[in-house]
């Protein structure tokens, strides 16, 4: 069964720093890209960065912001965000890609003081 479970979020001040989490099982990690989304209250869903087996890309408005990483060894894979901004609050969710998508349950993220 595959499963995508996300962590790290919460509450932080502008300028500050979170790591998003997202561990998954039920599939040969090393197979498969990984994407991060996030979700703002009232707007569309949208594609922050993906993760292939060797490269990444972002979001132009994350470029230089957030840096995304994985480690095959653990299942895991990692949003490194920085310099948040009040406008980066929204739900994070990771997503496997594949002819099957698969979806975390995603993770709060608000930037706030």
């Known amino acids: 069964q595959v499963q995508l479970v996300e962590s790290g979020g919460g509450l932080v001040q502008p300028g500050g720093s979170l790591r998003l989490s997202c561990a998954a099982s039920g599939f040969f990690f090393g197979n498969y890209a990984i994407s991060w989304y996030r979700q703002a209250p009232g707007k569309e869903r949208e594609l922050v960065s993906f993760?292939?087996?060797?490269?990444?890309n972002h979001a132009e408005s994350v470029k230089g912001q957030f840096t995304n990483t994985r480690e095959n060894g653990k299942n895991k894979v990692y949003l490194q965000m920085n310099s948040l901004k009040p406008e980066d609050t929204a739900v994070y969710y990771c997503?496997?890609?594949?002819?099957?998508?698969?979806w975390g349950q995603g993770n709060q993220v608000n930037v706030s003081s």
């Open positions: 997503r496997r890609g594949g002819r099957v998508g698969y």
């Open positions: 993760i292939l087996v060797d490269s990444t």
